[in-house]
T-cell receptor, first 114, second 113 residues
């Protein structure tokens, strides 16, 4: 069975600074996807970034980038130039190839302070 | 493009009562998921539909939870009878197909007293 672990229950960062959220996972699969989702108080899960396991290049979406270490089963999210609107819960998630179901970690509560 | 619609947004019931949640997917999305998110945890899959057929319901407590997706469009999730530990947010998500990007609704927050 796959598991996803987020070891930081809460993080805080000053506006305009950089923060890194950690995620590790366990799987015996070779073909899978990894995701970071943002969940603001509105409760709607918003996709931040997605990484295919077969791609060595780390995914980047504007201020968001990942450090994907397949051998170490590590998938961290870096947020650059943090903004107040980045305040939310962040969930790391795993999806087996062509299965569809997302397996989530417990989340990290990120607070961006002015 | 309209998003995934869920209702009600909030629901408060007494234990042993029954409750139902409704989800309307994005048009054309064949795959539909119901997740349960208990406070302080990540969402956990309850059931996955492909059109109107069940793909995975291994984590659905079938003695009290039921779900259906008639005509492969709207879906309802029912709890009968509810227990205190069912207090959670129930999220519906849909995708064009298995393995495609998931779009989430805003969820229903259930409180069982």
């Amino acid at each position: 069975a796959q598991t996803v672990t987020q070891s930081q229950p809460e993080m805080s960062v000053q506006e305009a600074e950089t923060v890194t959220l950690s995620c590790t996972y366990d799987t015996s699969e070779n073909n899978y996807y990894l995701f970071w989702y943002k969940q603001p108080p509105s409760r709607q899960m918003i996709l931040v970034i997605r990484q295919e396991a077969y791609k060595q290049q780390n995914a980047t979406e504007n201020r968001f980038s990942v450090n994907f270490q397949k051998a170490a089963k590590s998938f961290s999210l870096k947020i650059s130039d943090s903004q107040l609107g980045d305040t939310a819960m962040y969930f790391c998630a795993f999806m087996k190839h062509r299965q569809g179901n997302l397996i989530f970690g417990k989340g990290t509560k990120l607070s961006v302070k002015p | 493009e309209a998003g995934v619609a869920q209702s009600p947004r909030y629901k408060i019931i007494e234990k042993r009562q029954s409750v139902a949640f409704w989800c309307n997917p994005i048009s054309g999305h064949a795959t539909l998921y119901w997740y349960q998110q208990i406070l302080g945890q990540g969402p956990k899959l309850l059931i996955q539909f492909q059109n109107n057929g069940v793909v995975d319901d291994s984590q659905l407590p079938k003695d009290r939870f039921s779900a259906e997706r008639l005509k492969g469009v709207d879906s309802t999730l029912k709890i009968q009878p509810a227990k205190l530990e069912d207090s959670a947010v129930y999220l519906c998500a849909t995708s064009q197909g298995v393995g495609e990007k998931l779009f989430f609704g805003s969820g229903t927050q259930l409180s069982v007293l």
